[in-house]
């Protein structure tokens, strides 16, 4: 198991009494399950919870990404318990952290693994993209606004003829010149590949 510096990081700061008290601990560690084997609508909740409310929500971010992180990691790559133990140490949890993590880890293991498994292994078509340009004045705080922005919908298929939701993002004039720019720049590399 393998993970990025920042996620190493993050673990690190959970594995600290200081900042994270045994209670705040079990509540992020709870809450990551949950908003992975939820969906994203449970996401924000998940972190509202009385234990976590003194920690910086920065912080509670960090960390909670972090924890998130390592338990995809584990579960994508089949970790066992030896395995997971090992990594918390070298990002220096103590024995009862580790015992914590890894109960959880074996109570939600099932329940990961088919949601990893429903994510699939292909990459989605895009297949038309749509458009309309807004106009915001002001925003819900009151202040003026004045900037247009773009409404993207991406339609997309996958490989497996299944239907899927439509992609949708806001962006602004110098996002979308970006992102025009960046799929331009693709299809020169791809026509480039195919003719050698």
């Known amino acids: 198991m393998e993970l990025a510096e920042a996620a190493q990081s993050g673990l690190r700061r959970l594995a600290d009494p200081g900042c994270f008290s045994a209670r705040a601990y079990a509540a992020l560690l709870q809450a990551a399950f949950r908003s992975l084997l939820s969906g994203q609508a449970h996401h924000q909740a998940a972190l509202d919870h009385p234990d976590l409310e003194h920690i910086d929500p920065a912080v509670l971010k960090f960390c909670h990404a972090a924890a998130a ?90 490989s497996d003829s299944r239907s899927h939701p439509d992609l949708n993002f806001s962006c602004s ?24």
């Open 173 to 196: 004039m110098e996002q979308l010149q970006d992102l025009v720019g960046k799929l331009k720049d693709a299809a020169k590399s791809l026509e480039r590949t195919t003719q050698l």
């Open 69 to 158: 992180t390592c338990i995809v990691e584990a579960g994508k790559h089949r970790a066992e318990r030896a395995v997971i133990s090992t990594y918390l140490e070298d990002c220096k949890f103590d024995r009862e952290r580790i015992e914590q993590f890894c109960t959880e880890y074996q109570k939600n293991k099932d329940s990961l693994e088919i949601l990893l498994g429903s994510v699939g292994r292909c990459p989605l078509h895009i297949t038309d993209v749509s458009w309309r340009l807004e106009y915001q004045i002001k925003t819900n705080q009151l202040h003026k606004n004045y900037h247009p922005a773009y409404l993207m919908t991406l339609n997309v298929e996958g």
